[in-house]
């Protein structure tokens, strides 16, 4: 498709859309469920199973058990520790996966470099681009495998977690009535757990029945997680408030079902092509050769990120735009192909090429043509989570549905019946929040409690002028804790699951050396953890878009970027060359940085 670009007009487009969306309150327009609407939180999966608390000792426990607290467990069994307790505050392992059920709920990111652990539990995705079941059973599934079940604490979340430097040990309290100690703990409570809901006026006052895409009530809609029909909405009238990543997935079912749909919408989602298939168990046979996993990782890793990788594995849209860039730079002339300058451009060409192409996707999709306007995204490609789908442009043309655009505004208010937007009011029986969870709040807040090291530090004191780690993974004064998640490592946001990999599997390894060798603690030293920070601000510092990005939680909602956040960046030679350098450091048992006492 040949596409001519004003790209100063375009420019001035995404400048005048972002400033309608402007807003000075930033994440504080949310507001804390738990403050207010705390039903919303109930657990609709798993009943709560009583228990006597635990007083006891373990040698490693993991708070949190999604994908991180999974494959740090099971790194740390291969290990021969196998003393491992995981607290959960669902009532299954899965993490944002146990939470997430509604329906059309799946990854964005191919199955085959998404779900760790493929190659150990000999699974094959059914899918490109797995369904949330089957992304729950694997978690299951590595559970079972790795015993992990036996020590698990479910339905628990810690409220104290502190270090006892008498005991070298420690103390873990919990909302159960918990207080045991451990010799080392892991933290992966992840940024994708605590749901949040707009600052709406009148969000209390609604008489209808609502609830959250987190906690979706399918005893009001009928159907499944599984895809069965929400056959009880077919006399209901119902708007749905957010058109981000899971308004995106869940929005087809909706428009089939419902007698009336209404879907409010601030910002638009940019949604690609995901071209989702079955996965051929022929095919699969040929590729899942030893190693087979690993591999695909690095080669997503060095395709999205910018590498020069012989081929591309993966194929899909995150590996795309790169692709792209790749070609272009590829073609420029040979003395500007090292022209920051020249490479930037080529950037930004290929950039606005895909959201055009993105853009005309909708015009040749969606039948009603002032709907197909207003779905438009005006927005760099990465300004905002990009979305991946292959019906969500059809449901629009279902005439159930109603695309209610409030032009950067956000839904006016709520009423006892319904919700008003632009001075209009819908009325309706149901209000689904499809708002997303909190991202970029203090991270105390989001887990539940503080950690206070030695000393009696609080975490959120050492870092309040910003996060300071090794690895992203070791912290000074806080020893034998470890965190599991990207910033500070190789800081990959398109694959979070490769980051945990690697994570998990350094964590392991140093608890195995420090029992192989009677050691009681494992912490960095001040020096090496102030050498890596100071390395990490060698790099090109935060990518938060360009200045015309419109607000989201990538750009801290459009709001100033505070000065502490310049500490939230990865290893300044990118992913791939993080990945090779956490390999060899762990694996050279030199651990050099970390102090074994």
């Given at each position: 498709?040949?596409?001519?670009?004003?790209?100063?007009?375009?420019k001035?487009?995404?400048?005048?859309?972002?400033?309608?969306?402007?807003?000075?309150d930033?994440n504080?327009?949310?507001?804390?469920?738990?403050?207010?609407?705390?039903?919303?939180?109930d657990?609709p999966?798993?009943?709560?199973?009583?228990?006597?608390?635990?007083?006891?000792?373990?040698?490693?426990?993991?708070?949190?058990?999604?994908?991180?607290?999974?494959?740090?467990?099971a790194?740390?069994?291969?290990?021969?520790?196998?003393?491992?307790?995981?607290?959960?505050?669902?009532?299954?392992?899965?993490?944002?996966?146990?939470?997430?059920?509604?329906?059309g709920a799946m990854?964005d990111t191919?199955?085959?470099?998404?779900?760790?652990?493929?190659e150990?539990?000999?699974?094959?995705?059914?899918e490109?681009?797995?369904h949330?079941?089957?992304?729950?059973?694997?978690?299951?599934?590595?559970?079972?495998?790795?015993?992990?079940?036996?020590?698990?604490l479910f339905?628990t979340?810690?409220?104290?977690?502190?270090?006892?430097e008498?005991?070298?040990l420690?103390?873990?309290?919990?909302?159960r009535?918990?207080d045991?100690?451990?010799?080392?703990v892991?933290?992966?409570?992840?940024p994708?757990h605590?749901?949040?809901?707009?600052?709406?006026p009148g969000?209390?006052?609604?008489?209808?029945?609502?609830?959250?895409?987190?906690r979706?009530?399918?005893d009001?809609?009928?159907?499944?997680?599984?895809?069965?029909?929400?056959?009880?909405?077919?006399?209901?009238?119902?708007?749905?408030?957010?058109t981000?990543?899971?308004?995106?997935?869940?929005?087809?079912?909706l428009?089939?079902s419902?007698?009336?749909?209404?879907?409010?919408?601030?910002?638009?989602?940019?949604?690609?092509?995901r071209?989702?298939?079955?996965?051929?168990?022929?095919?699969f046979k040929?590729?899942?050769?030893?190693?087979?996993?690993?591999?695909?990782?690095?080669?997503?890793?060095?395709?999205?990120?910018?590498?020069m990788?012989?081929e591309?594995?993966?194929?899909?849209?995150?590996?795309?735009?790169?692709?792209?860039?790749?070609?272009?730079?590829?073609?420029?002339?040979?003395?500007?192909q090292?022209?920051?300058l020249?490479?930037?451009?080529?950037?930004?060409d290929?950039?606005?090429e895909?959201m055009?192409?993105?853009?005309?996707?909708?015009?040749e999709?969606?039948?009603?043509?002032?709907?197909?306007?207003?779905?438009?995204?005006?927005?760099r490609?990465?300004?905002?989570?990009?979305?991946?789908?292959?019906?969500?442009l059809?449901?629009?043309n279902?005439?159930?549905?109603?695309?209610?655009?409030?032009?950067?505004?956000?839904?006016?208010?709520?009423?006892?019946?319904g919700?008003?937007?632009?001075?209009?009011?819908?009325?309706v029986?149901?209000?689904?929040?499809?708002?997303?969870?909190?991202?970029?709040?203090k991270?105390?807040?989001?887990?539940?409690f503080?950690?206070?090291?030695?000393?009696?530090?609080?975490?959120s004191?050492?870092?309040?002028?910003?996060?300071?780690?090794?690895?992203?993974?070791?912290i000074?004064?806080f020893?034998?804790a470890?965190?599991?998640?990207?910033?500070?490592?190789?800081?990959?946001?398109?694959?979070?699951?490769?980051?945990?990999?690697?994570?998990?599997?350094?964590?392991?390894?140093?608890?195995?050396?420090?029992?192989?060798?009677g050691?009681?603690?494992?912490?960095?030293?001040?020096?090496?953890?102030?050498?890596?920070?100071?390395?990490?601000?060698?790099g090109?510092?935060?990518?938060l878009?360009s200045?015309?990005?419109?607000?989201?939680?990538?750009?801290?909602?459009?709001?100033p970027?505070?000065?502490?956040?310049?500490?939230?960046?990865?290893?300044?030679?990118?992913?791939t060359a993080?990945?090779?350098?956490?390999?060899?450091?762990?694996?050279?048992?030199?651990?050099?940085?970390?102090?074994?006492?």
């Amino acid at each position: 498709m040949s596409i001519v670009i004003d790209k100063e007009a375009l420019k001035q487009k995404y400048r005048e859309e972002r400033d309608k969306r402007l807003r000075p309150d930033g994440n504080a327009q949310y507001i804390r469920i738990e403050n207010q609407l705390s039903h919303y939180l109930d657990d609709p999966y798993v009943p709560v199973k009583q228990r006597e608390p635990k007083k006891d000792h373990v040698t490693v426990a993991f708070i949190g058990g999604g994908y991180a607290g999974l494959v740090t467990g099971a790194r740390l069994v291969e290990q021969g520790v196998t003393d491992v307790r995981i607290l959960e505050k669902g009532g299954d392992f899965g993490g944002t996966w146990y939470w997430n059920r509604y329906p059309g709920a799946m990854c964005d990111t191919a199955s085959f470099v998404y779900m760790p652990l493929l190659e150990e539990t000999g699974h094959m995705p059914s899918e490109k681009y797995a369904h949330a079941p089957e992304i729950l059973e694997h978690c299951q599934r590595i559970g079972n495998k790795y015993n992990l079940y036996d020590n698990a604490l479910f339905h628990t979340q810690v409220k104290e977690l502190f270090w006892d430097e008498a005991e070298s040990l420690w103390h873990i309290r919990t909302d159960r009535g918990d207080d045991f100690t451990a010799q080392f703990v892991g933290m992966g409570t992840g940024p994708l757990h605590v749901p949040k809901l707009p600052g709406v006026p009148g969000i209390e006052d609604f008489k209808g029945h609502s609830f959250h895409t987190s906690r979706w009530d399918y005893d009001y809609t009928g159907g499944d997680e599984r895809g069965a029909p929400l056959e009880k909405l077919a006399d209901k009238r119902v708007a749905l408030i957010g058109t981000g990543a899971t308004a995106v997935q869940c929005i087809p079912a909706l428009a089939e079902s419902c007698k009336e749909f209404f879907i409010c919408q601030r910002t638009p989602s940019s949604v690609d092509v995901r071209a989702n298939k079955p996965t051929d168990p022929e095919w699969f046979k040929e590729i899942a050769t030893p190693g087979w996993q690993q591999r695909w990782l690095e080669n997503f890793t060095q395709n999205q990120t910018g590498g020069m990788a012989d081929e591309d594995l993966v194929q899909d849209g995150w590996t795309d735009l790169s692709r792209r860039i790749r070609s272009k730079i590829a073609a420029l002339p040979p003395e500007d192909q090292g022209n920051p300058l020249k490479m930037l451009a080529a950037y930004e060409d290929s950039d606005f090429e895909k959201m055009e192409e993105i853009r005309h996707r909708i015009d040749e999709t969606v039948q009603d043509k002032e709907t197909a306007e207003k779905l438009k995204a005006w927005y760099r490609q990465l300004c905002k989570r990009p979305c991946f789908h292959d019906e969500y442009l059809l449901a629009f043309n279902q005439p159930s549905t109603r695309l209610v655009d409030t032009d950067g505004k956000g839904v006016e208010r709520i009423t006892e019946k319904g919700v008003v937007v632009g001075g209009v009011e819908y009325e309706v029986d149901c209000i689904i929040y499809g708002t997303g969870f909190e991202v970029g709040t203090k991270l105390a807040d989001r887990a539940g409690f503080d950690v206070v090291g030695r000393d009696g530090i609080k975490l959120s004191e050492y870092w309040e002028n910003g996060m300071r780690t090794k690895h992203g993974i070791n912290i000074h004064n806080f020893p034998n804790a470890f965190m599991v998640q990207p910033t500070q490592g190789a800081n990959l946001i398109s694959n979070i699951p490769h980051n945990i990999i690697e994570s998990g599997m350094t964590i392991a390894m140093m608890v195995k050396h420090a029992l192989d060798n009677g050691c009681k603690t494992i912490e960095v030293s001040k020096e090496a953890e102030d050498a890596w920070v100071d390395l990490l601000m060698t790099g090109p510092g935060m990518m938060l878009g360009s200045p015309d990005c419109t607000p989201g939680y990538y750009n801290n909602e459009g709001a100033p970027i505070p000065d502490s956040a310049k500490y939230n960046v990865g290893y300044p030679a990118g992913a791939t060359a993080y990945f090779k350098y956490i390999k060899e450091w762990r694996e050279t048992g030199d651990f050099e940085g970390i102090e074994f006492a």
